[in-house]
């Protein structure tokens, strides 16, 4: 493309993004999504068409993680590595998809140009670990050997769908009803959903098709819900798409001569063929079974309210079931009345440190100097969270009823959502709850505005930095947003959950929320439980119950006869909670005692097979690189801790490392600005109080659990039964093809991969 062509173009993008420097993220992201990536001429012609310098335009392009400066692939593979990934082995994932594609080393693009593959902070599916995201695709379970498996399947289905016309249901028709939020998708509910489409269709029966909000119980996903013609519930998980058809000619019958006779014919070929019967052994009918009724029975949906029921998109729906009137009865009292109902509901922000909502809402009502403006913090960044996420994706309405509530008590005007660029769906899901909304006459201006890849941007200030256009740093406080926020006024931010519940207590009032939770910590509190757990997904529960009660009564406990070891509590900025002491409550102040902190909500379980010095070593690895720069103890401080972490893994540790270590985690936490440096020891430090003993073993060249790669070695047993799928499976071979004989592991080869152990037969392949 010729320079002046480039620059009509350019000035297009312009004309439609604008030209300040509040536009410049938004217009960054549209050119890179055009041309692929920021190349140096797009950088050099954009000042001169624009309002911002060559300075600005480079330091915003440079500092978020999104921003290519080098030409990307045609499509993106995004390895998740996510807390929960990361125990799953999604490095070896990352490692698989690189080789498979052939890149070099240094590159992150293959050399025809069709895929770019990176690491991506978290997907929000941790539930499905490992997750990659393929363009805006996610697959769930992804194993190192299954890598090409994802590629073919994605490059399988690039070519449109038409629509199936699922029919026009008669009066009394019966539902059947599907999530398909971003993580139910990944797990096989669009495939599920297209089939009840086509099956509606084809047979002519009486059942709609609905795509509610998520329940939660990913362990199940798909979940398909039957609601007959006489309102009989039937509950089907794990469906597939060739059990669909057994499952609603089971339930419906069709409504012509010709149709009927085809569903006969249909129904005997799966009986002789036996394709569907896999689905009947998962159907629950009048009650809930034992696995569903544990996860369930402790849980109080608040935030979560009427999960499962309801289209995310249908406004309607949302308002016959009490959607608005929390707004509605707030509209008719005083904004000071609204801020005393949050106050004495005990409401504390559902974001991070718990601090009063109430509070915070009254200081920004109180505050003078210019209009006031709101905002809803969905810069959900953290490894192993998903709360926001699916919150965005099942309850948006809800979401955008709690900030109408929150701008009438304070006085605001106008509204900023700020998403993750890594959640499309939810981007896209509550945009069209703002359209819907703004054609209901609803007063709130809300703009949605998607981050460009930072998680120092879940910081208020350094929020409000992205907002305005520029690098995402933190700024000292005092002043607080609640007194000079965005554009110099004062501004309210609160995060999703928070915003989720307030039309609840509305409704409810405030005594009802403060039936729930502890005395200092009312309410409930989502959590996206994760890791190595049998019945992962988003839950609710009363602030207060014990982690032990959370993991064993809802989760089901440790898998694979492996005994708990921790609960990662509060991501980057938590701690790790040792099975000794998961008998405590989840509340503020008693995890702050261990060493971690609620934070949003991510909690994920680890097993005696987690090395802590593994996972100290990860989180310090991610606030390193999310560190801004803008503070020395944080900039300096945490790269210094990763190399010391980074030496104990790789069996380089000398005398001296625990201590200094400690030494530095106390200067990061004293000398950073904002909360991502305060926090950022808090892995290493609650390690080390409860998991000594691991440092030191690595110290002397041991890795206990048997996880980091430099201190152990694979050895085949003689359980062998000379298969030789491991050394089909071996990349590097390091194992000689010898059928019927036992296999032997070159050790010079090994790139201990855990390639082998993954795919043997026999769990021949011992790892000491």
């Keep these: 493309m010729t320079p002046d062509l480039l620059r009509k173009e350019l000035i297009k993008l312009v004309d439609k993004h604008g030209r300040s420097r509040r536009s410049l993220i938004h217009l960054l992201q549209a050119i890179q999504q055009k041309y692929n990536y920021l190349s140096p001429e797009i950088l050099a012609i954009l000042p001169g068409i624009t309002e911002v310098t060559p300075t600005e335009i480079t330091s915003v392009a440079t500092f978020y993680h999104r921003f290519r400066l080098r030409p990307a692939g045609r499509h993106s593979i995004r390895v998740c ?25 240094g590159q992150d693009t293959d050399v025809d140009g069709l895929f770019t593959v990176e690491k991506v902070a978290c997907l929000g599916c941790c539930m499905l ?34 629509a199936v016309d699922a029919g026009t249901p008669q009066a009394g028709s019966g539902d059947a009803r599907l999530c398909l939020c971003s993580s139910c998708t990944a797990s096989g509910a669009g495939a599920v959903y297209d089939e009840l489409r086509r099956c509606a269709g084809e047979f002519n029966l009486p059942v709609r098709p609905l795509e509610v909000g998520c329940d939660g119980i990913s362990y199940r996903s798909p979940l398909l819900r039957i609601k007959d013609r006489n309102g009989n519930q039937f509950n089907y998980a794990s469906v597939d798409p060739d059990s669909v058809s057994a499952i609603l000619l089971h339930h419906f019958a069709p409504q012509s001569l010709i149709k009927k006779v085809a569903a006969g014919f249909n129904r005997f070929a799966a009986k002789v063929l036996g394709d569907n019967s896999r689905v009947w052994r998962y159907r629950v009918t009048g009650k809930r079974d034992a696995e569903d009724s544990s996860y369930l029975a402790s849980q109080v949906r608040i935030a979560t309210e009427h999960c499962g029921m309801i289209d995310p998109c249908c406004m309607d729906l949302y308002v016959k079931h009490n959607g608005f009137a929390g707004l509605k009865k707030a509209l008719a009292m005083p904004p000071q009345a ?124 350094a929020l409000l930095a992205a ?75 009363p602030i207060g119950m014990s982690l032990r009660r959370i ?51 991510g909690m994920v379980v680890l097993d005696d097979a987690d090395c802590m010095v593994d996972i100290a070593r990860y989180f310090l690895a991610f606030t390193a690189l999310e560190s801004c720069g803008k503070c020395t103890c944080c900039r300096v401080g945490t ?25 530095l985690a106390q200067l990061v936490q004293a000398g950073s600005i904002c909360g991502l440096g305060r926090t950022a020891p808090n892995p290493v430090l609650s390690t080390l109080k409860f998991f000594r003993e691991e440092y030191e073993a690595h110290l002397q060249g041991r890795c206990p659990a048997g996880k980091c790669r430099e201190l152990i070695t694979y050895t085949i047993t003689d359980r062998c039964i000379g298969c030789s799928q491991c050394a089909r499976a071996c990349g590097a071979g390091a194992i000689a093809f010898t059928p019927w004989e036992k296999h032997v592991i070159d050790q010079e080869k090994c790139e201990k991969c855990n390639a082998c152990v993954d795919i043997c037969p026999e769990h021949a392949i011992k790892v000491e």
């Excluded at 990934?85 to 070099?104: Q, S, T």
């Excluded at 996420?389 to 304070?410: D, V």
């Design 338 to 461: 609204v801020i005393d109902e949050i106050n004495y509901s005990g409401l504390r922000g559902r974001g991070g440190g718990g601090y009063p909502t109430g509070k915070k809402w009254q200081t920004v009502a109180d505050a003078t100097g210019g209009r006031k403006y709101l905002v809803c913090n969905a810069d959900e960044g953290d490894p192993g969270a998903f709360m926001d996420r699916m919150l965005l994706e099942s309850f948006p309405f809800r979401i955008l009823e709690g900030m109408m509530i929150a701008a009438h008590a304070i006085g605001a005007e106008q509204a900023f959502i700020y998403v993750r660029e890594e959640y499309p769906l939810a981007v896209k899901r509550i945009r069209k709850a703002v359209e819907d909304c703004h054609h209901a006459d609803y007063e709130l201006k809300v703009e949605v505005v998607e981050g460009a890849g930072a998680f120092v941007c879940g910081e208020e200030t």
């Design 81 to 105: 590595i996510g807390t929960a990934c990361h125990v799953k082995g999604a490095e070896r994932v990352y490692e698989a998809f690189r080789n498979h594609l052939n890149i070099p080393e």
């Design 551 to 601: 993991i064993d009564e809802i989760g089901g406990g440790v898998p694979d006869n492996r005994r708990l070891k921790a609960v990662q509590v509060g991501g980057p900025s938590g701690g790790c909670v040792p099975a000794s002491h998961c008998d405590l409550p989840v509340d503020y102040e008693a995890l702050t005692e261990t060493g971690a902190i609620m934070g949003s909500g």
């Design 639 to 663: 790269i210094k801790m990763l190399k010391i972490l980074e030496g104990l893994c790789h069996g380089q540790g000398k005398a001296g490392d625990i201590e200094r270590l400690e030494e």
């Design 467 to 541: 907002l305005d256009g520029r690098r995402g740093t933190p700024s000292f406080r005092p002043p607080y947003p609640s007194e000079c926020g965005f554009d110099g006024c004062p501004t309210l931010i609160n995060n999703v959950e928070t915003f989720a519940v307030i039309p609840w207590i509305m409704r409810h009032e405030s005594d009802a929320f403060a039936g729930h939770g502890t005395d200092l910590s009312r309410g409930t509190k989502t959590f996206a439980l994760a890791g190595k757990i049998r019945r992962g997904g988003l839950i609710e529960v």
């Design 129 to 162: 670990a490992p997750a990659v995201q393929v363009d805006e695709v996610i697959y769930g379970w992804v194993e190192p050997a299954r890598v090409d498996n994802v590629i073919h399947d994605f490059l399988a289905s690039r070519h449109d769908h038409e």
